[in-house]
């Protein structure tokens, strides 16, 4: 039995390192310019993932702090939908509306923008109160670090995560 999960594992890796390849292989050829294409960056960018996998999966406290941050975000979920069954009622309710259409009871209007709207309005007002631009800096200051990226390039990639 201890062969069958080693084997397992081993296979779920070399999978893990395949998609990963994968993924690199289509960037690059998908890219307008491949002489520019600085490894450092990249193995810098795995690098990071993998320092930030391994710190969820074997320290206590990194996996702590991350599924805090989850349990906050499925909470923020939660309220938004909560939210907009308040303003629209049965409207925002899968399974009223899919009794009522057959199946068909999924309306983008009354069930997915409440909580793109509840969190550009949360975005906000952590930018409001400086929250954000804290959190955006510190990911910039890491990238900066570990990818060796310029200020510009490092704030403008910790900065998309959030739009």
């Keep these: 039995m201890k062969i069958l999960a080693t084997i397992d594992e081993s296979s779920s890796f070399f999978r893990v390192l395949f998609g990963i390849g994968g993924i690199l292989l289509i960037a690059f ?13 990249i193995l810098g960018g795995l690098a990071l993932q993998f320092m930030i996998a391994f710190g969820v999966l074997r320290i206590s406290w990194v996996e702590a702090f991350f599924g805090w941050v989850a ?22 309710n899968i399974a009223a509306m899919n009794q009522a259409f057959e199946g068909q009871g999924f309306v983008f209007a009354f ?25 955006v800096r510190g990911m ?3 990238m900066s670090r570990v990818m060796k990226l310029s200020g510009a390039e490092s704030l403008a990639a910790a900065s998309n995560v959030f739009v």
């Design 140 to 142: 910039a200051w890491v």
């Design 29 to 41: 050829l998908l890219s307008s310019n491949r002489k520019k294409i600085d490894p450092r960056v």
């Design 71 to 92: 349990k906050m975000f499925s909470l923020a979920l939660q309220i938004s939908v909560d939210a907009a069954g308040f303003v629209f009622g049965p409207l925002s």
């Design 111 to 135: 069930m997915a923008l409440p909580s793109i709207l509840f969190f550009s309005a949360l975005s906000s007002l952590l930018y409001y109160f400086g929250i954000l631009q804290v959190v």
